[in-house]
């Protein structure tokens, strides 16, 4: 520590007038100390950074800071400024200005002293005192920490022991991972505590990434995002209300933010971090990187497949509208690059067709990349995409994109484990990782796994093409049942999944599949609304408010509309439902309706294969759910009777 700063890095008289000028000679000094090498080469990455964001801060403190080749050891230099440089402030000029300087290949030990400097910044008492220290030598003493409160640590702990009404988990970082995501942090604490609220903060920079305690997460009220860089591992904060702004905004406006969460959290706004077909925002659990096995597999495998959604819905809508133009012999049409006449329906069908197509390309390797980047981040994209594209090449189809989407993210992660040496960890992520890794996926989808995939993916084709009377009634009774048992939660999004992956490979069988699990999806919201309208006396006024909204949600194929039904009385809800979605389904399935698209409901009705027959199908299992819940509830005792209606237009119902 005693190395990190030193007398003669400290200017207690700098008389720069321009950020450049105060980094040329703070750096000066620096190259004194030998802790720079090239003070041009070490200047250029300076203003790099700068560049990328201003590093004023409000209380008139500046932090220019880098990585760069050109520093030997991790070091500070502090200089004091009577006139003031503008470093980009809010608030105006700086009068006090740390020069960080990091190697391209810091150790952490360095690191976490220079987060932990970044925090001190944000303490008042702190930077008061470097205004009115006059010895350069007891200036670095107390940037060091040697004059730090003893108790300060006992007393920041008794406050994060202090059980209060509202919880905050927040997220920090910046593009560097030096300063402004320990300050942000440090900021965010200061104003919880002094608010008494409980905060717990993820700093995702270079001194280490310690993840939250999924505990911690769950009792959480509210979630703030304060970075500059993606959020890591962002699903394990779905369900939550969430904050999502810039680093700095988390070091000048903490207190807004905080305001801001408390009040999302009490409309009940729920983030909308995507996961499979939900788009109401809510979620009826799920879990990060941090669970078991089981539950970490799905979330990865989810993560490829909302990526893959928005591809199969434009891609299958535009199939599926140049079929409704030009009929299903458009598909074989000559290239609308050479042969388009404006004013023939046919050219155009056609342009929708092979633009659909286009976009119907992309499905497995996107779901395969996105597969390897919920396992391992960004360095896991390039062999995840590989994979996928080798998965086409060998008509391994949907099963060979997931299967190369685990495998590239589990090369990579062996990949990340090994120990390198410091000068090659800035481009392990941009080209090593995606290189090794990319040749071990293509090595073994090639060779190893890719035919028996392939072999597999083949039977699973011809058992859904040849799937025809009872065969297809028992699949679309399972589809729907696993649709309406946990309306949005896991044996949901399996069924959904199994559906929209049979979509990057269509077939007769794979349209048919996800016609009746769209169709039972809409039926316990739909079953819910119904009810709510015939026999009002069963439910309660707050029901009844939620049955108006479950009628919008239920036509747009959003299952969760019927959680708050569900919740309420699951032991009356679920079954009615399960039982109407199963009857949709074998319905769906029984008549051969088919469809493109993953989304859409009653929306998309045009575009269905045998529409009529699909609405009667959905109308049958609404009718039986609706008949099952009115029936169950209307067998309370009269003292869970629902309470009555507020307009009086009828009373509540006891049998």
């Not at 009115?132 to 004059?147: F, K, Q, T, V």
Request: charged letters at 15%; hydrophobic letters at 50%.
């Amino acid at each position: 520590m005693s190395e990190l700063i030193t007398a003669d890095l400290v200017d207690l008289d700098l008389s720069a007038e321009t950020k450049s000028a105060a980094a040329r000679s703070l750096a000066g000094r620096l190259v004194t100390a030998g802790r720079v090498t090239d003070l041009e080469g070490f200047l250029a990455d300076v203003a790099a950074r700068e560049a990328q964001m201003p590093t004023g801060l409000d209380g008139g403190i500046g932090i220019p800071h880098c990585r760069s080749e050109h520093v030997t050891a991790p070091t500070l230099a502090f200089g004091r400024s009577t006139r003031g440089i503008d470093f980009g402030a809010p608030d105006g000029p700086a009068d006090l200005v740390f020069l960080i300087a990091a190697p391209a290949g810091a150790d952490d030990d360095h690191l976490t002293i220079l987060s932990s400097l970044a925090r001190r910044l944000m303490d008042p008492e702190f930077t008061g005192a470097l205004r009115e220290e006059a010895d350069p030598a007891a200036a670095a003493a107390l940037i060091r920490g040697e004059e730090a409160a003893a108790g300060a640590g006992d007393a920041v702990a008794a406050d994060a022991e202090t059980v209060e009404p509202f919880r905050v988990v927040a997220v920090t970082s910046c593009p560097t991972g030096i300063a402004h995501t320990y300050m942000a942090a440090e900021s965010l604490e200061a104003a919880a505590r002094a608010q008494g609220i409980v905060l717990h903060v993820e700093t995702q920079g270079s001194a280490g990434f310690e993840r939250l305690d999924p505990a911690v997460i769950a009792a959480a009220d509210a979630v703030i995002w304060a970075h500059d860089v993606d959020v890591r591992e962002k699903a394990r904060f779905r369900g939550k209300p969430v904050v999502d702004t810039g680093v700095k905004a988390g070091i000048n406006r903490p207190a807004e933010l905080i305001a801001e969460a408390r009040r999302k959290a009490e409309r009940g706004e729920i983030s909308r971090i995507s996961d499979g077909h939900d788009e109401s925002g809510a979620d009826a659990g799920s879990a990060g990187a941090s669970g078991h096995f089981g539950v970490r597999l799905r979330t990865y495998l989810m993560s490829g497949v909302s990526y893959m959604v928005p591809f199969v819905a434009a891609g299958g809508l535009l199939i599926a509208l140049s079929f409704a133009i030009g009929g299903y012999e458009i598909a074989s049409a000559k290239s609308v690059a050479d042969h388009f006449v404006w004013g023939e329906a046919a050219s155009w069908a056609a342009l929708l067709n092979q633009i659909g197509t286009a976009a119907f390309g992309f499905l497995v390797p996107v779901l395969a990349g996105y597969i390897a980047y919920g396992m391992a981040d960004r360095p896991a994209l390039v062999p995840g995409f590989v994979g996928g594209a080798i998965a086409l090449t060998i008509d391994a189809g949907f099963l060979g994109g997931l299967v190369a989407g685990l495998l590239a993210g589990a090369t990579v992660m062996a990949i990340q484990r090994v120990k390198v040496h410091p000068t090659l960890r800035g481009i392990m992520p941009v080209l090593v990782i995606p290189l090794l890794a990319s040749i071990a996926v293509g090595f073994l989808m090639f060779i190893v796994v890719g035919k028996p995939i392939a072999s597999l993916q083949n039977a699973l084709t011809d058992w859904l093409n040849g799937l025809s009377g009872s065969n297809a009634v028992i699949l679309g009774i399972v589809l729907g049942l696993m649709m309406c048992f946990d309306m949005g939660g896991p044996l949901n999004k399996v069924a959904y999944a199994f559906a929209v992956g049979g979509l990057a490979d269509p077939t007769p069988g794979s349209l048919k599949v996800m016609a009746a699990v769209m169709a039972a999806g809409m039926v316990p919201p739909l079953a819910m609304a119904l009810a709510t309208t015939v026999r009002r006396g069963l439910f309660t006024r707050t029901e009844r408010e939620n049955g108006r909204a479950a009628w919008v949600l239920g036509a747009s194929f959003i299952t969760e509309g019927a959680i708050p039904f569900a919740a309420a009385d699951p032991l009356r809800v679920i079954p009615s439902a399960m039982a109407g979605g199963a009857v949709t389904g074998a319905l769906s399935m029984a008549f051969g309706c088919t469809l493109r698209a993953p989304h859409g409901g009653v929306f998309v009705v045009p575009l269905i294969g045998e529409p009529f027959l699909y609405l009667l199908a959905i109308a049958a299992g609404t009718a039986v759910s609706t008949v099952l819940v009115v029936a169950l509830k209307g067998m309370r005792p009269t003292s869970a009777s629902a309470e009555p209606a507020d307009d009086g237009s009828d009373v509540a119902v006891a049998v």
